[in-house]
């Protein structure tokens, strides 16, 4: 097992999240957090969940807040009644920002977290019950509520070792499946794991490298040649050292997808503006993208290609 301490900074790197589950070999993500962050946690939660980790929460640590949407990443999650606190997310205004705008962040905010929760398997109606506790009044969970909205989904009496010993064993169990009313079209799968890789690009560096890292396969075909991990990563870092400041709207309108089978292939329009402080420069403009996503699990981008229409 490997413990995860402290709060979710804003712009926490997740490179010593990784070295330390390799040089470990830990399984099983157990948490001590009072929060924090809520992008952070969200990036951290779907790393988890690429890696194939169980998470473990116990009543003795902490868990509340951004964390909760932490845990949610992993396959197998085992928690203690009143081991996980949940209420509503609040997202501070940039200074500047306008009463319109800082309204705005609040939706996209809390479309994300919905998205995230939804992606996890976990019932969304877990955020309309944490929408009705402020930060300072915060709800811990019973079990039977957490397994009803999913937000647990293995024996609560499970050890650590069982549970680590269901992801590492030659042929793991599989993933408990979902109740039928819950199940999800590969449709709405495929076109939230775009939206959100696409407009996340905007982040901290370190965090739009992760989510490349976690939503891409090991080979892609990328742009008309098949191009391997690394090498996609490289030229997205390249990217966004060269613009370090970016931004991304898809717009909804534009949005078609076609599933055929476990591949579903999401066309659209999105709209992108990029700066660079240190020599004065900004370009915006609108690019086309189309993206062939790898349905399972955990969903995985097996092709990419697109071109700036203006």
């Not at 709207?249 to 089978?261: E, F, K, L, P, Q």
Request: charged share 20%; hydrophobic share 40%.
């Amino acid at each position: 097992m490997l413990v995860v301490s402290g709060e979710f900074g804003a712009n926490e790197p997740l490179n010593a999240f990784s070295n330390a589950v390799v040089s470990s070999g830990a399984r099983v993500i157990v948490f001590n957090s009072p929060g924090g962050n809520v992008g952070s946690a969200i990036r951290l939660g779907r790393m988890i969940r690429a890696a194939g980790l169980d998470t473990l929460q116990v009543r003795q640590l902490q868990c509340a807040s951004a964390c909760s949407l932490a845990f949610l990443g992993g396959v197998h999650r085992v928690a203690e009644p009143g081991s996980i606190g949940v209420h509503r997310a609040s997202f501070k205004p940039a200074d500047g920002m306008s009463t319109e705008e800082a309204n705005t962040r609040v939706q996209l905010g809390t479309a994300a977290i919905i998205s995230y929760v939804v992606e996890m398997g976990v019932d969304p109606k877990l955020m309309e019950l944490a929408s009705s506790y402020d930060k300072h009044d915060i709800r811990y969970l019973s079990a039977s509520e957490m397994a009803e909205l999913r937000v647990t989904n293995a024996a609560a009496n499970q050890s650590p070792a069982g549970t680590s010993q269901m992801s590492t064993t030659p042929n793991p169990a599989p993933v408990p499946a979902p109740a039928p009313d819950a199940r999800r079209q590969p449709e709405s799968v495929a076109v939230a794991f775009v939206r959100d890789l696409i407009e996340h690009h905007g982040d901290n560096n370190d965090f739009a490298l992760a989510q490349v890292q976690a939503s891409y396969a090991p080979t892609v075909d990328y742009y008309g040649k098949l191009t391997n991990l690394s090498s996609i990563i490289q030229d997205k870092r390249h990217y966004y050292q060269r613009w370090p400041e970016r931004g991304y709207n898809v717009r909804n309108d534009s949005i078609t997808v076609a599933c055929d089978n476990d591949r579903c292939v999401v066309s659209g329009v999105y709209d992108w503006v990029v700066r660079s402080p240190s020599i004065h420069k900004q370009e915006k403009g609108v690019s086309n993208f189309s993206y062939t996503i790898l349905i399972g699990p955990y969903p995985k981008i097996i092709a990419e290609t697109g071109d700036v229409q203006r």
